[in-house]
Structures are given as structure tokens and as C-alpha cells.
């Protein structure tokens, strides 16, 4: 090998390594993530979440996940519900007996007792996205949101994250923001995306008089198809379409344990 190739190869080798988990309803996957620029080294792993998905049960899912790279350092893990010192409050999507589990202590355990970072899922998705995709050129305040079955959030001010936010319960117009503006609801009732837009706009309003964001960034699936509902949007701040997708969870769960941070 010559000395340009030696060069290249070395250049084309990440260095600034982390490993991420995104426990879904449905879903378990990992990666390893390039942390310089946001990217999966080779392809993400999925495995199935266990039903019931219980703590053990998943637990054991993410162990497998990790084992499949051969990967010994740090791991991030994302799950569906709030987390606040150490401890899971709610649980979405998966098995209720995950409300007041230790989380550290349940993946320490399964998991060689490396270091972890266990942090919502939004929140992930949110600082991976406010560091790597559609928000990465802004500064001030940075809302994320996934519209899906409900409605996920994360706000960042200048890259650092205000946890746990649940802006999806939000009371608008008397009733939750999810049950008015979610992509589910949109489904259930038929409406057309010009509907569903107005409903969004007026979600979006409410969070604008609260938190004056310089941008709202929008993931879940119905942002695949963004062009055919946000010109309908009304509301005054900019709304993007998310721009990781299915990795955002993976590389903000990466991003959260090189950096120490413990929910």
C-alpha cells in the first residue's frame, strides 16, 4: 500500500466512535455512530421488541443488539418514557412494569456493568437532530416533535436539552395536543392533509406563545410526506421535516453517553 493509500484509509476510518439503542413498541436497534458527523458505521441491527416487554425482556434485547457489533464501550439507550434520576416514570408502548425500574442498574446488569445513558427517546431524536440534521444551523431555541400515535418532544436551547418534556399533553382548546394533532388522529378521522394541517397549526400556536422557538423540526412518519401538508400550515415559526429518520433515536442515545449524560 502506498503512502496515499495508507493516508485514505486512515481518513476514511472514524476515530470519534459511540453506540446507541432505540427501544421502540415494536422495534430494538443499534448502531455503532460515527460521532463527528452523525452517521451509522455500516448498518443499524434490529431485533424484535419481546412481548410482554417487560424490563427483563427488552433488557435482554438491547444486550443482544450490543453483542451483535462485538461492541464493548459505553452504550446509549433510548426508551419511550420519561426518566428522571435514574428511575422510569411512564412507560409508552411497552409493558407497564417499566414504571419504577432502575434503569441503570436493570442494563448495568445485562450489559457487563459498562457505563450507560438511558434518556427518552424525543430527546434523543431531538439532540441529534439540533447537532447533525435539520436544526444543526440553528441557534436559540429548538423544538423537535414526532407526530405519530401521540405527539414526542424535545427542546433544546443552544444544543443543550431541557428533558423530558411532554408537550404532547399539552391542554389545547381543552383537549391534549396528541388527540388533536397527532398523525394517528389524523388516520382515525379521514382528514384530508389541508384538515389536519389546520388543527397542527393551532398545536403549534400554542407552543409558539410558550417557548418562541427559532424552528420547529417534525419527525414520525407523515414526515415523509411533508410537502403535501406544510404549505397548509398557518403558524408563525418555521417548520422543517425531520432529517435523520430512523436514526435519529440511535445517534442521540450515541451522542448522550459520550457525553455523561444521565437522566
Same mark, same amino acid.
Do not use: C
Given at each position: ?17 459511540? @453506540? ?26 434490529? &431485533?424484535?421488541? #419481546?412481548?410482554?416487554?417487560? #424490563? ?12 451483535? @457489533? ?9 426508551? $419511550? ?25 436493570? @442494563? ?76 394517528? &388522529? ?24 410558550? @417557548?418562541? $422557538? ?16 406544510? $404549505? ?32
Amino acid at each position: 500500500m502506498s503512502d496515499a493509500e495508507a493516508a485514505s484509509t486512515e481518513t476514511a476510518t472514524p476515530t470519534n466512535l459511540g @453506540f446507541g439503542v432505540d427501544v421502540g413498541g415494536s422495534g430494538i436497534k443499534g448502531g455503532i455512530v460515527d460521532l463527528d458527523t452523525g452517521e451509522l458505521v455500516g448498518e443499524r441491527f434490529k &431485533v424484535l421488541t #419481546p412481548q410482554p416487554s417487560t #424490563p427483563e425482556a427488552v433488557a435482554g434485547g438491547v444486550a443482544e443488539v450490543v453483542d451483535h @457489533f462485538d461492541w464493548t464501550g459505553p452504550v446509549g439507550i433510548t426508551l $419511550p418514557g420519561v426518566v428522571t434520576d435514574g428511575v422510569m416514570r411512564t412507560a409508552a408502548n411497552i409493558d407497564k412494569d417499566w414504571i419504577g425500574t432502575d434503569v441503570y442498574e436493570l @442494563f448495568s446488569s445485562h450489559l457487563g456493568g459498562r457505563p450507560v445513558s438511558v434518556l427518552n427517546d424525543a430527546d434523543a431524536a431531538g439532540m441529534a437532530e439540533d447537532r447533525y440534521g435539520a436544526a444543526a444551523d440553528v441557534d436559540g431555541v429548538v423544538v423537535l416533535l414526532t407526530l405519530g400515535t401521540g405527539i414526542g418532544s424535545a427542546i433544546l436551547i443552544d444544543g443543550t436539552l431541557v428533558p423530558n418534556t411532554e408537550l404532547g399533553h399539552m391542554i389545547v382548546d381543552g383537549k391534549e395536543a396528541e388527540h388533536r394533532a397527532s398523525s394517528k &388522529v389524523k388516520e382515525d378521522k379521514g382528514w384530508p392533509y389541508e384538515k389536519w394541517a389546520e388543527k397542527l397549526s393551532r398545536v403549534l400556536e400554542a407552543y409558539e406563545v410558550l @417557548f418562541w $422557538p427559532k424552528v420547529f423540526v417534525v419527525g414520525g412518519g407523515i414526515s415523509r410526506k411533508s410537502d403535501k401538508w406544510l $404549505p397548509y400550515l398557518t403558524n408563525s415559526t418555521p417548520v422543517v421535516p425531520a432529517t435523520l429518520k430512523n436514526t435519529a433515536g440511535i445517534v442521540g442515545a450515541a451522542m448522550a453517553v459520550s457525553t455523561g449524560l444521565r437522566a
